[in-house]
């Protein structure tokens, strides 16, 4: 939450890089909000600086599917929030994935994923990439033993979710770095979970750090956008393939919501994570409930590793419930009124993702949890309210 120490890059601060960082008011006539640079392409003046923008289209302004003054400052601040060289962005999160993955295999290459990622990042590799001659292992990324046996001589990527988002399951950031640097493998990170405000992969030596900015990074569930952090060369390398090729590029006026999505991250997250603990702490004593899933609760197997790595802990947690009957456990779900059903999270609204509603769909994630298991985001809302709504709800257990 405030400008901490662990940042590998601590300078300029929190409120330097939400306030003023990339922005160059000059430009614009003074104007304190950015203004949505809505052009496709850019005039030269002269040959000299046509030569210019040419050798470098990552920094300069050419056509706004490389680079674009308004995305521009976006990439900034995302970079400094992470404390990396640089940060590309993206059309979503999924296509930020995407490019951080194949821009760094070949066919014939293998890759290790942590067992429950995202479920579109599951289908990258097993539906689209082995079709390329990918080969991929998912293992149980809460031992680092497993992830090291998992290692072949033509693994070349290592990719982490940590937390994840459905039971929060964390990997040894440090340990990952350290093994992967040992083989030369390349480490991804989604860190959607605990945004750059809490976490920040690249200290522990991390290569690539993802996110879907759709969930805390614009946070008013009207945008959805990827981001892509990483050291100078690697930023480059994927700008010059996967970003300019397969182009699913963040328009100027996306970039700029979410630009003024970003001002309130820290007051967001702290709400949000007060929220969620305080609502844990009302359901705890319930005695419909059987199990609460959340990094920093006392009960969470990996809590001392998450409070190693991470600073904080957001408003996305889980709970299975006592219920001895589908029945009962659907009326609890749809006696909700103030929690909406939905998916995503991050945003200023609660919402809840019921297991319960995966059943009987062939082939969809997560029917392997019990259906008495529920996934909760906790917005903006008056905490209290949001209790009057499960109490009610959860007389029908
Ligand atoms: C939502 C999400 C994604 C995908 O991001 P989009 O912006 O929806 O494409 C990836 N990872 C995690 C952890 C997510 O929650």
Redesign the pocket.
């Given at each position: 939450m405030n400008d901490s120490p662990e940042t590998r890059n601590p300078k300029p601060s929190l409120s330097d890089i939400l306030t003023h960082l990339g922005e160059d008011r000059e430009q614009y006539f003074q104007a304190i909000a950015p203004p949505v640079i809505q052009t496709s392409n850019f005039a030269f003046p002269d040959l000299a600086t046509f030569r210019e923008c040419f050798s470098d289209e990552l920094d300069h302004h050419v056509y706004s599917r490389g680079n674009n003054p308004t995305v521009e400052i976006l990439r900034k601040k995302l970079a400094a929030l992470e404390g990396t060289d640089d940060a590309l962005v993206f059309s979503?999160?999924?296509?930020?994935?995407a490019a951080a993955v194949i821009g760094n295999i070949r066919a014939g290459e293998h890759i290790i994923c942590q067992q429950s990622?995202?479920s579109?990042?599951s289908a990258l590799l097993r539906k689209f990439l082995s079709r390329f001659g990918v080969e991929y292992t998912f293992v149980d990324g809460t031992d680092i033993q497993h992830i090291a046996a998992a290692v072949r001589p033509n693994t070349r990527i290592l990719y982490l979710?940590s937390p994840?988002?459905m039971t929060f399951e964390c990997q040894d950031l440090a340990a990952c770095a350290a093994l992967a640097q040992k083989h030369g493998l390349v480490t991804i990170i989604?860190n959607?979970?605990c945004s750059p405000l809490y976490q920040n992969p690249a200290a522990f030596g991390i290569d690539i750090v993802?996110?879907?900015?759709?969930?805390y990074l614009n946070g008013h569930s009207d945008v959805?956008?990827?981001v892509l952090c990483a050291n100078k060369a690697m930023v480059q390398k994927i700008f010059e393939s996967e970003l300019m090729t397969l182009g699913g590029i963040l328009g100027p006026h996306d970039a700029a919501m979410v630009i003024r999505g970003l001002r309130t991250l820290p007051l967001r997250l702290q709400r949000s994570s007060e929220n969620a603990q305080w609502l844990i702490s009302r359901l705890e004593k319930h005695p419909k409930v059987e199990r609460i899933w959340y990094p920093f609760h006392h009960s969470f197997p990996q809590l001392e590793l998450a409070k190693k790595q991470m600073r904080g802990c957001g408003g996305l947690f889980s709970v299975q419930f006592k219920s001895d009957s589908m029945e009962k456990m659907e009326t609890f779900i749809h006696r909700l009124e103030r929690f909406l059903m939905a998916?995503?999270?991050?945003g200023h609204e609660s919402l809840i993702i019921p297991t319960i509603g995966f059943y009987n769909i062939p082939g969809k994630p997560n029917a392997s949890l019990p259906w008495t298991f529920v996934r909760f985001y906790i917005g903006l809302e008056d905490p209290e309210w949001l209790w009057e709504d499960l109490e009610r709800g959860l007389e029908a257990l």
């Open positions: 979503s999160g999924a296509g930020a994935v990622p995202y579109w990042t979710e994840n988002t989604d959607s979970y993802v996110h879907s900015g759709t969930k959805v956008v990827g998916v995503s999270w991050g």
